[in-house]
């Protein structure tokens, strides 16, 4: 059953956002939620046709909204894209930083390509998109008063907080965009009042990245610690998405806000380790090909 939002349908309005990754999974939950709260969304990604369905899906909601093709980790890609999205809206308020790779993988048979790619996805796609949005973001001078110019949410994890098992690279790329969260707070928050915040989602389910990191064959192999697992649903990440992107937040900067219900908490759940080497390339290659289900289309 839908949750129904306690914000007001137009706490965002006027405003644009543009997010990267928001074609699928709670990037998608969040270019809806700040749509029907009165945003124009533009999203970023790789896969056209993930593209195309979540566009007609938000257009069909009513929401203005366009889809381009990028990568992240190419930084003519983002100026194109951050072009596009002025020369169609004509401003940028928001950013939010949610396109992210991830698979579940052992240290010994994760190479060093492995691991750089998702860092360069992660952790270097966020700075690139922070660092070339910042212009449009800017829309005022320094001043004590109110937070004047635009706003980045950045999307992190919990696993860095303590260890998290075949996550190396990932936990590292999440720490990284954290302490990115932080930097960017102190510097443009006091430069050009930009609040910068971050989100840490625990186990969502229906994303790709939870099928991911839970994929059947693993849990069949460790189900009982997998229901221990309190999971959220991807609304429960756009409500917090639109709390600090809204005025609702207007004096929160350089915080990640952790939204798992507690989950990271106890974090030492085990995950069988041959089932992990065996499956993991296998998972990858079903998620690429997976079709994208976007549960609030009406088409
Ligand atoms: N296990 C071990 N290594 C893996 C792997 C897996 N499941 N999947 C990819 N790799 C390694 C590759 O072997 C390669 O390293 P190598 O050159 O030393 O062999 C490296 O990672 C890059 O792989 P490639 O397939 O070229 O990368 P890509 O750019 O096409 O894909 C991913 C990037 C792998 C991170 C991909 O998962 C991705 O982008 N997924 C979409 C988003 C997503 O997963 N979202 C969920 C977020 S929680």
Same mark, same amino acid.
């Given at each position: 059953?839908?949750? #129904?939002?306690? %914000?007001?349908? @137009?706490?965002?309005?006027?405003?644009?956002?543009?997010?990267?990754?928001?074609?699928?999974?709670?990037?998608?939950?969040?270019?809806?939620?700040?749509?029907?709260?009165?945003?124009?969304?533009?999203?970023?990604?790789?896969?056209?046709?993930?593209?195309?369905?979540?566009?007609?899906?938000?257009?069909?909601?009513?929401?203005?909204?366009?889809?381009?093709?990028? @990568?992240?980790?190419?930084? #003519?890609?983002?100026?194109?894209?951050?072009?596009?999205?002025?020369?169609? %809206?004509?401003?940028?308020?928001?950013?939010?930083?949610?396109?992210?790779?991830?698979?579940?993988?052992?240290? #010994?048979?994760?190479? +060093?390509?492995?691991?750089?790619?998702?860092?360069?996805?992660?952790?270097?796609?966020?700075?690139?998109?922070?660092?070339?949005?910042?212009?449009?973001?800017?829309?005022?001078?320094?001043?004590?008063?109110?937070?004047?110019?635009?706003?980045?949410?950045?999307?992190?994890?919990?696993?860095?907080?303590?260890?998290?098992?075949?996550?190396?690279?990932?936990?590292?790329?999440?720490?990284?965009?954290?302490?990115?969260?932080?930097?960017?707070?102190?510097?443009?928050?006091?430069?050009?009042?930009?609040?910068?915040?971050?989100?840490?989602?625990?186990?969502?389910?229906?994303?790709?990245? %939870?099928?991911?990191?839970?994929? #059947? $064959?693993?849990?069949?192999?460790?189900? $009982?610690?997998?229901?221990?697992?309190?999971?959220?649903?991807?609304?429960?990440?756009?409500?917090?998405?639109?709390?600090?992107?809204?005025?609702?937040?207007?004096?929160?900067?350089?915080?990640?806000?952790?939204?798992?219900?507690?989950?990271?908490?106890?974090?030492?759940?085990?995950?069988?380790?041959?089932?992990?080497?065996?499956?993991?390339?296998?998972?990858?290659?079903?998620?690429?090909?997976? +079709?994208?289900?976007?549960?609030?289309?009406?088409?």
């Amino acid at each position: 059953m839908a949750m #129904e939002s306690p %914000f007001k349908a @137009d706490v965002l309005k006027g405003k644009v956002a543009l997010l990267t990754g928001g074609g699928s999974g709670i990037g998608y939950e969040i270019s809806y939620q700040l749509g029907i709260h009165g945003a124009s969304i533009a999203i970023m990604g790789r896969r056209r046709h993930v593209l195309e369905s979540a566009v007609a899906s938000l257009q069909s909601h009513g929401i203005p909204a366009i889809g381009l093709e990028g @990568d992240v980790r190419k930084r #003519e890609d983002a100026i194109r894209v951050l072009e596009s999205t002025i020369k169609h %809206f004509g401003r940028l308020d928001i950013l939010v930083n949610a396109a992210a790779g991830n698979f579940l993988v052992p240290v #010994e048979d994760l190479s +060093p390509n492995g691991f750089r790619t998702v860092i360069d996805i992660d952790s270097v796609g966020t700075y690139t998109m922070c660092h070339e949005a910042l212009k449009y973001l800017k829309k005022g001078g320094p001043g004590k008063d109110h937070f004047v110019g635009g706003t980045i949410i950045n999307i992190s994890a919990t696993l860095h907080y303590t260890a998290s098992w075949y996550q190396i690279h990932v936990s590292a790329a999440k720490a990284a965009v954290d302490s990115i969260t932080r930097s960017l707070a102190l510097e443009w928050g006091t430069d050009y009042n930009i609040r910068i915040n971050g989100i840490a989602p625990g186990p969502i389910k229906d994303t790709p990245g %939870f099928s991911k990191l839970a994929p #059947e $064959e693993i849990i069949s192999k460790n189900s $009982e610690n997998v229901l221990l697992l309190k999971l959220g649903e991807k609304w429960d990440i756009a409500m917090a998405a639109l709390y600090l992107a809204s005025d609702a937040g207007k004096y929160v900067n350089g915080t990640t806000l952790v939204v798992d219900g507690g989950d990271w908490l106890s974090h030492s759940r085990k995950l069988p380790k041959e089932a992990v080497k065996q499956y993991s390339r296998a998972v990858e290659r079903r998620s690429r090909a997976a +079709p994208v289900v976007i549960p609030n289309s009406k088409l």
